[in-house]
């Protein structure tokens, strides 16, 4: 296919658990993913965001007895998923330490790079885990189990400004201060810890009509700030720079504006505020390449197999 037209054909996959049959993840543009890596059968690949190994799976189908492919999660659960195939590695690691890992595999350079951003099915399905509005779980959000904070000690340890600065920034809540003050005020006379519990304080600052987007705000925040998303997000971009073979892809998935922002950035211009450099002649200096000028969404089709791709935006860029 021409990736530059954004044609959605998406394979709609579903990963088990083993053992289990429950779906882990459906990965959203599945085939435009696959596509805008350019596989080489002898190529050696990473995909950051294993999680139920549908994209692993994919990339391990285009790849010959000499190709190679590492699969990066620091979620335990993750583990359950991996596959057994002499040409896959996982890697029970954040992706900011991508690099290292390559190199502690004797690996340089690699043909692509592949981030799947999105929380998955499996960690918004789970109860125990803190990142849905619907259970009423424990407000943790950790990728990591084994790493803090908390969602819970977030909110219950934070002054007040830096907590208005997380809903602000990574929420883009605009009566955050509000929230914020809400949230001190209401941990004097009870800690946080229960998802419930929270949910009554914001209750007051949101319409019944945008209640489940603003609530959808407040929990991607915490989780951003929980897990380090966009310090985590910009380690990766700055990585692959380095660790990318001349013509090697690296494709990106975001779910939400402020990844889609920095991504676009990065690719368009190299640095993560969009600032253009130009030569002498005034053309663009940048390392990347980016080969869909058009961002690539989820067609109605995809979308009604699989909700959740509505939001997925896909980016892909080029090494130069």
């Known amino acids: 296919m021409n990736i530059n037209k954004g044609k959605n054909e998406n394979e709609g996959n579903l990963i088990p658990l083993q053992g289990l049959g429950v779906v882990y993840h459906t990965p959203a543009l599945l085939s435009e993913t696959i596509d805008g890596l350019d596989i080489k059968p002898g190529g050696v690949y990473v995909d950051v965001t294993f999680g139920g190994g549908g994209h692993s799976k994919e990339i391990l189908k285009h790849l010959n007895s000499e190709g190679k492919l590492l699969g990066f999660d620091q979620d335990l659960d993750a583990i359950k998923n991996i596959i057994n195939d002499k040409r896959f590695v996982f890697v029970r690691s954040n992706f900011r330490y991508m690099k290292n ?9 690699v043909d692509g790079i592949l981030a799947d951003l999105g929380v998955s099915s499996h960690h918004f399905d789970s109860e125990d885990r803190g990142f849905s509005f619907r259970y009423d779980g424990e407000l943790d959000m950790r990728m990591n189990t084994e790493s803090i904070p908390t969602a819970a000690q977030i909110l219950n340890t934070y002054p007040e400004e830096k907590l208005a600065d997380v809903f602000y920034l990574y929420g883009e809540l605009h009566n955050s201060r509000r929230i914020a003050h809400a949230v001190v005020q209401a941990r004097a006379n009870e800690p946080f810890g229960r998802i419930f519990q929270f949910i009554e304080v914001l209750k007051p600052f949101f319409s019944r009509e945008k209640e489940k987007k603003d609530m959808a705000r407040v929990f991607q925040a915490l989780r951003i700030e929980v897990n380090h998303e966009m310090d985590v997000l910009k380690a990766l971009l700055e990585q692959s720079l380095q660790v990318l073979k001349p013509g090697g892809r690296l494709v990106v998935l975001t779910y939400h504006s402020l990844e889609d922002r920095l991504v676009k950035n990065f690719f368009r211009s190299g640095n993560f ?17 980016v080969i869909n000028n058009k961002v690539i969404i989820a067609d109605d089709a995809e979308v009604a197999r699989n909700p959740r791709a509505r939001s997925a935006k896909l980016r892909i860029a080029e090494m130069g």
């Open 273 to 289: 505020e969009g600032k253009l450099e130009k030569d002498f002649y005034g053309n663009i200096i940048t390392p990347l390449k």
């Open 101 to 109: 890992f390559l190199l502690y595999h004797e690996i340089d350079k």
